[in-house]
């Protein structure tokens, strides 16, 4: 495909440009820009692949053939064939953005490859990154304008001098409709440009206008330095719109790919083999400041498996060179929630992660401006391991001076310290689980050895609660359990009603009772229409650790049939769940009757006994219900 289009577009640039291009291009430079590269001997260098996820180095590049290619994908090429695999560009637009990097005048000739002419128009992204450039110097301008007043007194009370609101580009949206728009246009952007930038927004009138107005603005840049997209502030009181705004995805913007000062942090993370990461722009520069100059923030979104994937790549985040990720979150509830969630990415980081709490639970930016640059280097240098953080806070939620607290804490805790890659730090772990919660290591190991197992620790002690036993997770009853959960997910607007129906109680396995409760605190069922938002919040509602990465499990798990969901598998399936729980019940009921004298506690007798009758009539009801089976 690649020589395809090689032949194809080659005769829209000149054949000797495009090998002019090739010759005076680094191959090594630009890779580098996205993947940090060590020696590999006899003049190769090598990194993590960009193109799969990895934890050995198994990408090669030649700088002596100018040439790369990844022995456990298969990928490789040239630098144009990077940038259009990496970046998703044309060939077209790959060779542009190289020729710009090497000072070279392109030339472009007629399809019958006769006469040379000029091109009238570069690739989209090349197009779409010059608006982004021309938009941060127009804000950058009004930032000195009388009307951006607030914005430089806000910069001014965050600590931010000039100088620093100068290297990080930060600028001023002015109080006018179309004043930006009015400007790219003039400098020959087009109105299809500006709206797939997401730098304006069509009107009611179809004109168009500014998507940002009267807000404070950060220029975000793309690993090579590109400005792709904004961030943007409120100011005013009376700006109805959200604290922060982004830029719309766009083209070139995914912000799920994106870390806010990765352009200007990467060089110190790969020397460092250490990333810092904060929550917020002001945070990521008072950082910087400070001289924690490996700091880094998510744009608008939660950290996610897109952002591992950039850093572990800058971090050489291999088996050769473990790096270090350290997370400041708040220490309020939003921020605990956070750093836990962190730790359910940590089996994606080979090295190690920590969490930097600040004791008066200040962010960096808070930080500085309190205390000053030392106490920001103090509060990355007092990081503590994630999984301590994880266990403590979990812990935390106990009664641990009662024995249902500590065996309640225990079954929590154990699936953290199973969860733990560093399977040599795991018996380390169970020994400092035991001592916080007061216990004989035996339990413990059980617990934690029965959660990596995928099974409830042997030799457990009882539920606080009374009920049943907790069925193993591939039991007929889980899977199941297992199976309305997935309904609720992936099928809401289906299933709603009739998952709403069955309450928590009818779950016996706990962390599927947690995640029936997180339904219920997302809104039910009922009311959700499906996909990620809702998956999402979900999870967020869910306390529960283990249950918090069993939603995400769940939404891509496939449901147990062949061909489309019916309401007719929605009924059965709920029946079967229910019928588990009421046999359940009957069978405590009649062991209750057995020990009851129907003489001396006659009320008591045939009131359960007229319970039980009911019972056992729902019981056949909902075995009719499924008798279609799964």
């Known amino acids: 495909m690649y020589a395809e289009e090689v032949a194809a577009m080659a005769g829209r640039i000149r054949d000797e440009d495009i090998a002019l291009v090739r010759e005076r291009t680094s191959i090594a430079d630009v890779i580098s820009e996205v993947v940090t590269l060590k020696s590999a001997g006899g003049g190769n260098l090598k990194g993590l692949c960009p193109f799969h996820d990895e934890k050995s180095p198994s990408f090669n590049v030649s700088p002596a053939r100018n040439v790369f290619y990844c022995f456990g994908c298969g990928v490789g090429g040239d630098a144009i064939k990077f940038l259009m695999d990496a970046e998703h560009l044309g060939f ?69 001098d000039r100088a620093a609101a100068e290297r990080y580009g930060c600028g001023f949206a002015p109080d006018g409709w179309d004043l930006l728009t009015k400007h790219l246009r003039q ?86 083999g250490k990333v810092v990461v904060v929550e917020g722009y002001t945070d990521v520069m008072a950082c910087h400041l400070a001289d924690v100059p490996t700091a880094v923030a998510t744009c608008g979104t939660a950290f996610g498996s897109d952002h591992i994937s950039v850093l572990r790549r800058v971090l050489f985040d291999s088996d050769e060179r473990a790096g270090e990720i350290i997370f ?36 960096p930016c808070d930080l500085r401006l309190a205390k000053g640059d030392l106490a920001v280097r103090d509060l990355v240098a007092r990081r503590e391991p994630l999984v301590d953080f994880a266990l403590r806070h979990m812990i935390n939620r106990f009664d641990l001076d009662t024995v249902d607290g500590r065996v309640e804490a225990m079954r929590r805790a154990a699936p953290l310290v199973a969860k733990i890659k560093d399977r040599e730090k795991r ?114 509602a869910c306390d529960d650790l283990a249950g918090q990465a069993l939603v995400g499990e769940l939404a891509v798990e496939p449901l147990r049939i062949d061909g489309e969901v019916d309401p007719r598998y929605v009924s059965v399936t709920m029946a079967r769940l229910q019928w588990s729980s009421v046999t359940g019940r009957i069978r405590d009921l009649k062991s209750k009757i057995q020990r009851i004298n129907p003489v001396s506690h006659k009320d008591e007798y045939f009131a359960l006994f007229g319970e039980l009758l009911s019972l056992e009539q729902h019981a056949r009801a909902l075995r009719e219900q499924a008798a279609g089976g799964l």
């Not at 979150?329 to 709490?357: C, H, P, Y």
């Open 187 to 272: 400098q020959g952007f087009s109105h299809d440009e500006l709206v797939t930038g997401g730098l304006s927004r069509p009107a009611r009138s179809g004109s168009l206008i500014d998507r940002f107005r009267r807000r404070l603005m950060w220029p975000i840049r793309d690993i090579t330095g590109d400005v792709i997209g904004f961030g943007a502030r409120k100011l005013f009181d009376d700006d109805d719109g959200p604290k922060y705004l982004n830029t719309p995805e766009t083209p070139i913007y995914k912000k799920s790919h994106v870390l806010y000062g990765i352009d200007q942090a990467k060089r110190e993370i790969a020397k460092q």
């Open 427 to 540: 018996p380390e772990y169970v020994r400092k689980l035991a001592g916080d919660l007061g216990m004989e290591i035996e339990p413990v190991q059980r617990a934690v050895l029965g959660a990596a197992n995928g099974q409830p620790a042997a030799g457990r002690p009882a539920p606080t609660r009374p009920g049943p036993a907790t069925p193993a997770v591939d039991s007929p009853r889980s899977m199941v359990e297992r199976e309305a959960l997935k309904l609720a997910l992936q099928e809401p607007v289906l299933a709603g009603p009739m998952f709403d129906a069955v309450e928590a109680g009818d779950y016996q396995h706990p962390v599927h009772a947690a995640v029936r409760v997180a339904v219920a605190a997302a809104g039910g069922a009922a009311g959700a229409t499906g996909g990620a938002v809702w998956i999402e919040r979900v999870r967020d």
């Open 92 to 160: 077209v637009e790959s060779v542009e953005s190289l020729a710009a990097r090497a000072g070279i005048q392109l030339r472009y000739v007629e399809d019958d490859r006769s006469t040379p002419r000029a091109r009238p128009q570069q690739g989209q992204r090349q197009r779409l990154v010059a608006a982004h450039a021309a938009a941060v110097e127009f804000y950058r301008a009004q930032l000195t304008t009388a009307g951006a007043r607030p914005a430089r007194e806000f910069l001014a009370r965050r600590g931010f």
């Open 328 to 363: 400041t979150f708040d220490g309020d509830a939003a921020g605990q929630k956070a750093a836990l969630r962190a730790f359910e990415d940590d089996q994606r980081f080979v090295g190690r992660t920590f969490i930097a709490v600040s004791p008066d639970n200040m962010d």
